[in-house]
Antibody
Framework: EVQLLESGGGLVQPGGSLRLSCGAS????????MSWVRQTPGKGLEWVSA????????YYADSVKGRFTISRDNSKNTLSLQMNSLRAEDAAVYHC??????????WGQGTLVTVSS | DIQMTQSPSSLSASVGDRVTITCRAS??????LAWYQQKPGNLPKLLVY???TLQSGVPSRFSGSGSGTDFTLTISGLQPEDVATYYC?????????FGPGTKVDMK
């Protein structure tokens, strides 16, 4: 069974940083691209970033480019998202997702990021 | 960047009704289009990929069609468990944007 477990969310002040992690199990992690997608309660889905299976190809949404960094460690089956210069509009539940051909077929429960002073 | 729009934003239908949701891309994305279902309080679930391929385990009353810029998700016989918000997603060209969603309720 595919399992994705996010961690690292919390309360941070505007301008602060957080590092999200996603532990994967139940599939061969190194064979799949991975993505981060965020959702504000009651709102829609916003694609944030994606990384290829080897880490050699990386994409970002314009809204986070230059502030967020996605990475993966295939030896530890872990996906990460380093978030710097956080803004109020970055507050959301962040989901990691297994991606096949850049579409996402399994999602984690998510970790809540709150940006407030 | 490719923008995704959906119509309608919400709809109410009765059990057994045929329901059609439209998704439009601001420029051609071939068939690199996915549909997701998100039930209240649940995670998104992949329903359709490559515009018309049903994900394993998805009921056959769901179908997708389209290519280029115009796409459709059809539920041929709405069931109570289909109450959800439906999102389309472009995965042809980054950023892999989602549509704003279509909320489906029971009448």
């Amino acid at each position: 069974e595919v399992q994705l477990l996010e961690s690292g969310g919390g309360l941070v002040q505007p301008g602060g940083s957080l590092r999200l992690s996603c532990g994967a199990s139940g599939f061969t992690f190194r064979d799949y691209a991975m993505s981060w997608v965020r959702q504000t309660p009651g709102k829609g889905l916003e694609w944030v970033s994606a990384i290829s299976s080897t880490g050699g190809t990386i994409y970002y949404a314009d809204s986070v480019k230059g502030r967020f960094t996605i990475s993966r460690d295939n030896s530890k089956n872990t996906l990460s998202l380093q978030m710097n210069s956080l803004r109020a509009e970055d507050a959301a539940v962040y989901h990691c997702a297994r991606s096949s051909g850049w579409r996402s077929d399994h999602w984690g429960q998510g970790t809540l990021v709150t940006v407030s002073s | 960047d490719i923008q995704m729009t959906q119509s309608p934003s919400s709809l109410s239908a009765s059990v057994g009704d045929r329901v059609t949701i439209t998704c439009r891309a601001s420029r051609g994305i071939s068939n690199y289009l996915a549909w997701y279902q998100q039930k209240p309080g649940n995670l998104p679930k992949l329903l359709v990929y490559d515009a018309s391929t049903l994900q394993s385990g998805v009921p056959s009353r769901f179908s997708g069609s389209g290519s280029g810029t115009d796409f459709t998700l059809t539920i041929s016989g709405l069931q109570p468990e289909d109450v959800a918000t439906y999102y389309c997603q472009n995965y042809y060209s980054p950023p892999f944007t989602f549509g704003p969603g279509t909320k489906v309720d029971m009448k």
